[in-house]
């Protein structure tokens, strides 16, 4: 038994630097061949990562307890690779749309007569480069015409390295519309910081190419500005900003002031549905404030308390670590530890109110456990 025990010992620790020197060539190579084809590119890199942590788990398991640890180990390392293929291929694709009533769950902030009733889907975090084939995309985008929102916005991080990553799924991207328009911002992955470009150049033109690609499909980039909608003798103000991240490794390019001044506003249109009842003409008109910024670290630091217009804020980029529980309604995760508002809406004593949303997508490999894909829906 004992030269049993040796023998395995000897194969563990022999076996262990291999794969993870395997696995950390891998991630290296991850970060600077982000042109790989996408289903290599996801799924070798979550499979090492898989792999590497199950042999560590399942080697500890056996050289702590040895012979008599032997059939735990066994059943519990099975127990978790089924998890794990739940996680990877059905939980992650297994989006859930979200219902929130602004009015019922925020009247502290009334919302204005003309605009009850009007639909916000937000979107984030697609991470579009992680999916492998266009009909994932476009599974996506019936899911999000299926609920009929009168507007649309996405809170950033369409691509994880490179704006090349949409390219083949414009055709898909393409049919997501809503009567009064998508609108977007830009997220930290957005700005191509994650590949060692020949030179700055490059990485200005990856980006120019992203608001291109926008602007062909019809998307409206707010990148520090702001849109004006008028629905029943009240509006609509829908502000953008670029990144603003705590975060030192995050763009900070956010400029708060310069996108809700009136000099901001891009346009001024009609929605293109019409309120219930339509207000009495000598009632003063009335402005709800929404703000698009993918960093909820940046309604924290920079708007609560100092921007008292901002009823609501959309943000993303946590994902909720993509991992943790969901009881009642409310996402429990890892994150906590490090954003303070990581899932779900938050409603400050002011009236102000914060609502991350956990992404459509995934970053790095697909996994997610007990934190869903997910869409928002906002009735005001």
Known sequence: MADTRRKYVIAFWVGFP???LGTLVFSFLYGNVPFWRPFWRTYLMGGLAVLFLLYVFYGLLRLAGGKRLKPFARVTTGVLILVVVYAMVISTFNIRIDTVNLRQVN???PVPQGLRGYRILQFSDMHIGSFTSPKQVRRLVQQALH???DMIVFTGDMVNFSTAEMD????????????DGVY??????????????????SRHANLKRMLQHYKNLGWVCLSNASVRIERGGDELRLAGVENWGREKRFPKKGDLRAAL???SVLEVR????????????DRKSSVYTVLLSHDPAHFD??????????DLTLAGHTHGMQFGLRINGKDYSPARFIYEHYSGLYVMANGQALYVNTGCGFNGIPFRLGIRPNFTLFEL
């Open 301 to 310: 630091s920079m708007v609560y308390l100092r921007c008292p217009q901002v």
């Open 168 to 179: 083949p799924y414009l055709g898909e991207l393409a049919h997501l519309r809503a009567p």
């Open 270 to 281: 009609a929605s293109a549905s019409s309120p219930a009842s339509v207000p009495s003409g």
């Open 18 to 20: 291999l794969l993870t």
């Open 261 to 263: 001044a009136p000099e």
């Open 107 to 109: 009247p502290e902030r």
């Open 147 to 149: 609920v009929k929102p």
């Open 184 to 201: 977007c911002v830009l997220g930290n992955h957005d700005y191509g910081g994650y590949v060692r470009w020949p030179d700055t150049a």
